[in-house]
């Protein structure tokens, strides 16, 4: 459609003052010099001269202005990651190590992850000083965020330089910045169990990753001394996510896992999912989980096109359905109020109420479809329906390390009509062989000692 149809005389006017004050800005032979060397494959033939020069102006600007605030984060993060970091750790290892001293740290949630909380408990009761450095609720933008992160940056690079051990289960820049000193063990636990979609290096330069440039001028995951793993068959993707190398990838198994292995866990967790649906009336749960969309944390969010009527209508007599959604997820799409009333006491949201832990306890059935919940909830040996609408498209963003596929322990389906022939499938005939096969290859270090392996392989590393 033409330009000059999508926007009015007065609206065009206005932009083409704005693209005329840019190219003032940056001088108008540079932006001359833009225009003429810019040779988009414009999508209507129909555009004019001036239309094509002004669009491209603004383009060229846009990108010029872009690389300007590029070059000057590169600056501040040089000086943050090449100087400062490095001066006020190198002052801190001028003191010795308190052998005594453990870090806990996670800069994404208020409290501690799932994947520390055993460890946490258990060097507490050996007499270590657990600390934690958790999210330090800056504000949401401006010179106030900043001022927060660089003073608890410059907090965890002083208690790293003393510290023997350091956990982290996410991305943590500042680590990067120093490598550990002799008698310091930074110990990767990572948010997930397997290897599902990619992360880290594995994603460079595409939509969801850092550019290669970036990772280049400042290396991430670089400075571990231990990271641990829920199987050996997942260590080669671990290496080609964090480029550190195989003998530091530990298959001992994920430290979170060891809770499903409790005496009565299971039970618990159902008791406390059927509390949250008071309408479950003795129906089996579906929980339904899946990973969020988007090409950042930030900007994370959730969009399924189920048809949560006909899924009512099939269903409703011998299941509930129960969403659990990820908690990075804050944009997440409400029921409208004729669908919520006409599917009432089938549909629970349970995001905000319940574990995933609870949730995986609780329920007979589970439908995700990128998220790595599927490798803690195979532990169970349980059914699970792969709800893909969207394969190709994020096959082609974000990947995964194993062939989709052939990878998921489950059907594959890709609308309502098909999770609802699955799900009576799987009521008829189950494969059970098929998930404790996943299981074994994925989680095999997961069998309810995963946190004292890891533990003792630690404390006794230096000896």
């Keep these: 459609m033409r330009i000059k149809k999508l926007l009015s005389r007065k609206q065009k006017k206005l932009k083409e003052e704005l693209i005329e004050y840019e190219i003032r800005k940056i001088g108008r032979q540079l932006a001359g010099e833009m225009i003429k060397n810019y040779d988009p494959e414009w999508p209507d033939p129909e555009l004019t001269k001036k239309e094509k020069e002004l669009l491209a102006a603004r383009y060229e600007v846009t990108r010029a202005l872009a690389d300007e605030r590029k070059i000057r984060r590169y600056k501040k993060r040089d000086f943050l990651f090449f100087k400062y970091w490095p001066g006020v750790y190198q002052k801190g290892c001028k003191k010795p190590i308190d052998e005594k001293l453990a870090l806990f740290v996670n800069d994404h949630y208020d409290t501690l ?87 880290g290096y594995s994603t460079a330069d595409t939509s969801w990753g850092m550019s290669r440039e970036t990772m280049e001028k400042f290396p991430i995951h670089n400075t571990y001394t231990d990271v641990f793993v829920s199987a050996p068959k997942v260590v080669e993707a671990y290496d080609d996510a964090f480029h550190c190398g195989t003998d ?5 198994g994920t430290p979170r896992t060891d809770e499903y292995y409790a005496p009565g866990r299971v039970e618990r967790g159902r008791a406390a999912v059927e509390k949250l649906c008071p309408g479950i009336n003795g129906r089996k749960i579906i929980l339904y989980a899946p ?3 988007g ?75 990128y ?68 299981r074994q290859e994925f989680m095999s270090a997961c069998d309810g000692h995963a946190t004292d392996r890891i533990l003792d392989y630690l404390i006794n590393a230096d000896q």
């Design 113 to 199: 992850p799932d994947n520390m909380q055993d460890i946490y408990e258990k060097l507490s009761q050996m007499g270590y000083t657990c600390e934690l450095l958790l999210n330090p609720k800056a504000p949401d933008k401006g010179l106030g965020k900043q001022f927060v992160y660089f003073l608890y940056y410059r907090k965890f690079t002083k208690r790293y330089a003393r510290a023997k051990f350091v956990f982290f289960t996410e991305y943590f820049m500042p680590l990067y910045a120093n490598k550990p000193r002799k008698g310091t063990h930074t110990v990767q636990l990572w948010h997930a169990s397997g290897a599902f979609k990619k992360f």
């Design 248 to 252: 530091i990838i530990r298959p001992l």
């Design 295 to 369: 090409n950042s944390i930030k900007k994370s969010y959730i969009h399924s096109p189920l048809d949560y009527k006909a899924l009512f209508d099939a269903l409703s007599d011998r299941y509930i359905f129960v969403s659990k959604l990820h908690p990075l997820v804050r944009n997440a799409t409400e029921l409208d109020e004729a669908t919520a009333a006409s599917t009432e006491g089938f549909l629970y949201d349970i995001s905000a109420t319940a574990s995933i832990e609870d949730a995986l306890c609780a329920a007979d059935m589970v439908i995700s479809d």
């Design 371 to 438: 998220s790595s919940l599927i490798f803690d909830y195979s532990l169970l040996e349980r059914p699970m329906i792969f709800y893909a609408y969207d394969l190709e498209e994020y096959e082609e963003g974000r990947s995964f390390y194993y062939p989709y596929r052939d990878f998921v322990p489950g059907p594959i389906v890709t609308d309502t009509a098909g999770i609802i022939a699955a799900v009576n499938e799987q009521d008829r005939s189950f494969d059970r062989e098929r998930v404790a096969r996943f």
């Design 291 to 293: 990973t969020f969309r």
